[in-house]
């Protein structure tokens, strides 16, 4: 990859016109060019675990996208290159240390180095979300994550599916209501996370905008697989429209 070739995100249905925007703030494992390409020093094995991406989520926003005809915004940079579900003051913008690995080409990296990333990563896809947001005034944002079955040698994490929210709870109520009674479902309640963080993409991009939304965490060994990225997005899909049905009720 060149950076000719490089871009920061990656539109998915960008012409479609519904309500709903999907997005995945940490959708890749890429080390774009102007960063070295390659793996921030760091072994392959750690580049393809949850330190560098969401796995599963890129596919589950696409599959979803497609079953609600809604457009999609996915990042096309690892979260060790900048963080894009950061706001700009948060001190894990740029991590040098995560989950007990140490990333070397971070180590190094000063805050000139730390605002340039800024500059050709993080200010791109946010401009491109907030462009996606504001086309109609009654958006609804759905942030798909994944979260790993364990972090940092704690117990294992029993949810199936975690909806995290903040102070607006209008379309995070009625999921929550729905999701609950399905009896094959462990459903965590801002689990396995607390809510957001001041400046996160929800909160740039909804909160702080009045968008009804919501943040889905899946556990990443039920999406390992192209075949169950797809199944959860269509799985998700109706269950979401219900929710906006309550919602708006």
Same mark, same amino acid.
């Given at each position: 990859?060149?950076?000719?070739?490089?871009?920061?995100?990656?539109?998915?249905?960008?012409?479609?016109?519904?309500?709903?925007?999907?997005?995945?703030?940490?959708?890749?494992?890429?080390?774009?060019?102007?960063?070295?390409?390659?793996?921030?020093?760091?072994?392959?094995?750690?580049?393809?675990?949850?330190?560098?991406?969401?796995?599963?989520?890129?596919?589950?926003?696409?599959?979803?996208?497609?079953?609600?005809?809604?457009?999609?915004?996915?990042?096309?940079?690892?979260?060790?290159?900048?963080?894009?579900?950061?706001?700009?003051?948060?001190?894990?913008?740029?991590?040098?240390?995560?989950?007990?690995?140490?990333?070397?080409?971070?180590?190094?990296?000063?805050?000139?180095?730390?605002?340039?990333?800024?500059?050709?990563?993080?200010?791109?896809?946010?401009?491109?979300?907030?462009?996606?947001?504001?086309?109609?005034?009654?958006?609804?944002?759905?942030?798909?994550?994944?979260?790993?079955?364990?972090?940092?040698?704690?117990?294992?994490?029993?949810?199936?599916?975690?909806?995290?929210?903040?102070?607006?709870?209008?379309?995070?109520?009625?999921?929550?209501?729905?999701?609950?009674?399905?009896? @094959? +479902?462990?459903?965590? #309640?801002?689990?396995?996370? =607390?809510?957001?963080?001041?400046?996160?993409? *929800?909160?740039? %991009? /909804? !909160?702080?905008?009045?968008?009804?939304?919501?943040?889905?965490?899946?556990?990443? @060994? +039920?999406?390992?697989? #192209?075949?169950?990225?797809? =199944?959860?997005?269509?799985?998700?899909?109706? *269950?979401?429209? %219900? /929710? !906006?049905?309550?919602?708006?009720?």
């Amino acid at each position: 990859m060149t950076n000719q070739d490089y871009a920061p995100f990656h539109l998915h249905g960008e012409t479609r016109s519904s309500r709903w925007l999907i997005t995945c703030d940490h959708a890749a494992n890429t080390v774009p060019p102007s960063v070295g390409g390659g793996s921030l020093g760091l072994p392959d094995t750690d580049m393809n675990r949850h330190i560098a991406y969401d796995i599963g989520a890129a596919g589950v926003t696409r599959a979803l996208a497609d079953a609600l005809d809604a457009p999609a915004i996915l990042s096309n940079f690892s979260r060790m290159v900048i963080d894009p579900n950061r706001g700009l003051d948060d001190p894990t913008l740029l991590m040098k240390l995560y989950d007990g690995s140490v990333i070397p080409t971070n180590a190094q990296a000063d805050q000139i180095e730390k605002a340039r990333r800024v500059d050709a990563f993080y200010t791109p896809y946010h401009a491109a979300y907030a462009d996606l947001a504001a086309r109609r005034d009654d958006t609804v944002i759905v942030a798909i994550h994944s979260f790993t079955p364990q972090l940092n040698g704690r117990g294992q994490r029993p949810w199936h599916i975690g909806v995290l929210h903040e102070f607006d709870n209008r379309l995070s109520d009625p999921l929550l209501e729905i999701l609950y009674d399905d009896p @094959d +479902l462990c459903v965590g #309640d801002n689990e396995p996370y =607390a809510g957001h963080l001041p400046g996160d993409a *929800i909160d740039r %991009h /909804a !909160l702080q905008m009045g968008r009804a939304n919501v943040l889905i965490e899946v556990r990443n @060994d +039920l999406i390992e697989t #192209d075949a169950d990225q797809i =199944a959860w997005g269509q799985r998700l899909a109706p *269950i979401l429209t %219900h /929710a !906006l049905e309550k919602m708006d009720a």
